[in-house]
């Protein structure tokens, strides 16, 4: 029998998708692992997994530390 | 540069060649818009036209295409200009060619251009200009300052300069319409790619690209005539720089029209209701072709007024190789734009200091702003004294903001059906040839036999599925049952 799932497909690095393993394992987000590069994922989740993504490599970021900005 | 736009239309050819051929007739009324059209259109289409304007009341000359042709060199390059002349004339209706082959030019504009050209005729399509002396008659040098600041405004909305003033209605529509601008969460309006790439673009493409957009919310929004709005367009276009026209002999519509064309730096009244109207160098050089004269005459007038330095025109900033951003500029608007992918340090008298930061373009980047965009500007505007290196910009500066851009998309989301657990790999195959041909798959994996499709393409594969299904029962195949069952549409069931 044929199955129709609906959701999301991600594109991603494999960086990207081992932080979302990461957050799987708080939460049903994967539905199926497709391959290296790509996910299908709740639909439902997308935007969590979109903000947590964007918070986890940020964190990993080096940032100079500037000189507060004189004026503003 | 007008080519770098493919987002909007600047271009006024566009707009007319979208306009059905009444429309081409009734604007071809006014010798006015029959003037400016012409100056619009390229040299050879201009020759063909003045060649053969005069002949035919005279003595019916009938010529074919190929007679045309004999009056172009025979060269390649000559032709190809030929036939893009030709093929301008015909969009346009200014000259068409008949059943029988012999080329026609459009009776109405034929006359009304004559008239124009000649003299003749009664027409106020030219303004009529005031017949009292007016008292204090505005200079050229204050209308030019004039245009600029209520121009300016627009653009300091749009970067989003602190202390601006609200600006018109028409103003509000027109960017928003345009999609230079959008709501953003907390009903603030942003600008967008495009009003990025608006602000990159010489006065005279931005002021023409505003008045498209204008156009078509006067058609829907303020119910306006197309034919009387162009008119008018054109009309100013054809106007004198520092005289004054009387506000008396312009239709009700026009009278509306210009009240919003004085907003926009247009033209300039003394006040509401005043019964005169001067047109700005913004209005009369709308129509003249060269728009680069228009941008470095308003600059060099503003360059004395407010003090705005030369060297804006030319390219004031310069980009070193540790993201620190000196910009020899005085005007608040430049300080703008760089503001939005910039953070700004220090203001001296002539010159701004700004560092180009990660957070700093990935702000801008937020915004709708693209690496390539922030690139091209950096380019544009670089020092003179920058322009002696090659490459101009520091490498590294331009490929790390390339990286930052890139380090956004790292995640890309697609709406999807997922197929899966075919019976067999001929069933699989099928489907996934069918729905590739039309486009639909995202991704597929023959080991797994799993594909998925876009949204729109799932009813398309759904419906061939059960097609095929159908076809396999009555063909009372034994193992019809057995191969596609039918699709479990809907909700995500994971087991």
Sequence with gaps: ?72 | MPTAVTHFKTNIYECLEALPKPTLDQLYKEPATCLAIFRLLPPLARQLVMSLLFTQPISPVNLTQSDLRLWVKNEEEALAKFHEALDKLSKLSIMTTDSSGYIQINSSFRERFQDCLTGGGDHQSFGVSCERPAKDKPDIAFLDRHAMKQWEEILHFMVGTESTRQPSAAVLKVVTRAKLMKEGKDKQLMITNKGFQFLLQDVNTQVWAFLIQYLDIADELLHMNVVEVLNFFFMLGSLELGMDYSVEALTPTQKQLLDDLANFGLAYRRKKGSSRYYPTRLATTLTSGNSAVVSSAVSSSTSTTTGDDGATEQGFIIVETNYKLYAYTESKLQISVLRLFCELQTRFANMVYALITRDSVRKALKHGITANQIISYLTSHAHPQMKKQTPLLPPTVVDQIRLWEMERNRLVATECHLYKEFRNQGDYEMVLRHATNLGFVIWSNAKKRMFSVTEEGHEHVRNYIKKKIAQRKTNGGGEAGSGIGTPNNGSPSVR
Excluded: A, W
């Design chain 1, 1 to 72: 029998m044929v199955k129709v799932l609906k959701g999301v497909i991600i594109k991603c690095d494999s960086t990207v998708k081992q932080v979302i393993y990461k957050l799987n394992e708080r939460k049903q987000i994967i539905i199926e692992d497709l391959d290296d590069t790509h996910l299908f994922i709740n639909e439902k989740e997308l935007e969590e997994v979109k903000i947590e993504v964007e918070k986890l490599l940020e964190e990993n970021t080096y940032k100079t530390d500037l000189p507060p900005p004189s004026d503003k």
